[in-house]
């Protein structure tokens, strides 16, 4: 969660943490999906994909290398949607660069 919030972007839910099953009506509501666990939730989120068209992440950001890959594909997802929203680009290189300059 922390993550997202210093990219800017909004948590809709995290699924189990804190849900209820009337909270499930709000998962249309999100631009796409992060799987940082293969193991759980992978399902859910390829059955979103087909049904939805809603896009997924499934890379764990752990370490540097695959941190930067997550927040790439999140880059790449958002941009997606400004475009069609005619909205800004964003560009998480000077981000990136700053959390991973002292390592």
Same mark, same amino acid.
């Given at each position: 969660?922390?993550?997202?919030?210093? #990219?800017?972007?909004? /948590?809709? !839910? /995290?699924?189990?943490?804190?849900?209820? %099953? +009337? &909270?499930?009506?709000?998962?249309?509501r999100a *631009?796409?999906?992060? /799987?940082? &666990?293969?193991?759980?939730?992978?399902? $859910?989120?390829?059955?979103?994909?087909?049904?939805?068209?809603?896009?997924?992440? #499934?890379? $764990?950001?752990?370490?540097?290398? +695959? $941190?930067?890959?997550?927040? =790439? !594909?999140?880059?790449? %997802?958002?941009?997606? *949607? =400004?475009s069609?929203l005619?909205?800004?680009?964003?560009?998480?290189?000077?981000?990136?660069?700053? !959390?991973?300059?002292? /390592?």
């Amino acid at each position: 969660k922390r993550l997202l919030g210093e #990219s800017g972007i909004a /948590v809709n !839910q /995290v699924i189990p943490e804190g849900g209820y %099953l +009337n &909270y499930l009506k709000d998962l249309p509501r999100a *631009w796409f999906n992060i /799987v940082p &666990y293969r193991e759980v939730g992978l399902m $859910t989120a390829i059955f979103s994909e087909k049904e939805y068209g809603m896009p997924y992440i #499934s890379i $764990t950001p752990m370490g540097i290398s +695959n $941190t930067a890959n997550f927040i =790439a !594909q999140i880059e790449k %997802l958002v941009n997606m *949607w =400004a475009s069609a929203l005619s909205e800004k680009r964003l560009n998480y290189k000077f981000y990136v660069d700053n !959390q991973t300059k002292f /390592v």
